[in-house]
């Protein structure tokens, strides 16, 4: 690292982006089992369990809320037909409460495949790492206590909006586990809506979302392959301008980079909801 104040000012700007470019990068390979050491995880799973009972009691509820409108007389109940369609639904319905988690658990290991499969297809091991050119730091350096000031000004500038993007795009990683967290540990209570079929539609919805939310993962590492192909060709510096303007428009276009990555990481929720039409 360089000894020069401005230099260093930038350069630290973009080790925490660095730094969080690569966290991000282990979270979306990560299983909800093995995030924060799995503490969490395990909480999650005495949540469920705890909720099937309460999803069994609604399952009753539901199907027989559903028999009540779906049938016009209890002879109609009788009919063999019938009865056996009445009785695979509320067979299917348990199941759903019994064997969610292990349903869901399934739906979140092939979204992961293909999040695998996105990063072997680009040739990404992990996110390349956004740093100086040396033209700009030599530039930098051979400048004087009074034309640092300007550049010092523009720096500290940058550097402040690279840091808050970088948290911004975190908690946005972070959230996607939350609602992954919050999803599983709820299952039991929509899932039982499967039994009754005026309330089947709840029980949809539920798992559509879920596999949005699962989803986003894929349309986040999209995202950081693309910025990645970016900072693998850093914006072009210009030798010849000043060191101020250099810099400054160096910053400028890192920064919109850095926009654009943060901007679909923020809308991947949409993105995934708008393709399944939620």
Known sequence: MSDNWVVRNLENALET???????????????PEEFKGGKIWNVILDINGALQVIGTALLVLFFVVGVMKTCGSFAEVKKPEHALRLFIRFALAKGA?????????????????????????????????????????????????????????????????????????????????????????????????????????????????????????????????????????????????????MVWKYVGELIFNMLVLVGAVKTSERIVREMMGL
């Not at 982006?17 to 299983?31: P, Q, S």
């Open 17 to 31: 982006w660095n730094d969080k470019l690569t966290e991000i990068w282990g979270l979306l390979t990560a299983t």
């Open 97 to 245: 409460i019994t064997y969610g988690l292990d349903l869901m658990l399934s739906l979140f290991k092939i979204v992961q495949g293909t999040i695998s499969t996105i990063m072997n297809s680009a040739g990404f091991g992990q996110a390349n790492e956004t740093t100086m050119p040396q033209e700009m730091i030599t530039a930098i350096e051979n400048c004087d206590f009074f034309e640092s000031i300007p550049l010092w000004a523009v720096t500290l500038i940058g550097s402040l909006l690279i840091t808050v993007l970088s948290f911004i795009m975190i908690m946005t990683v972070y959230g996607r586990f939350f609602k992954l967290y919050m999803y599983t540990a709820i299952a039991p209570i929509p899932l039982s809506t499967f039994a009754g079929e005026p309330s089947q539609h709840v029980g949809r919805s539920f798992i559509k979302s879920y596999c949005a939310v699962c989803l986003e993962g894929a349309i986040i590492v999209l995202a950081c392959v693309i910025f990645s192909l970016f900072a693998a060709s850093p914006p072009q510096v210009d030798t010849t301008a000043p060191a101020v303007t």
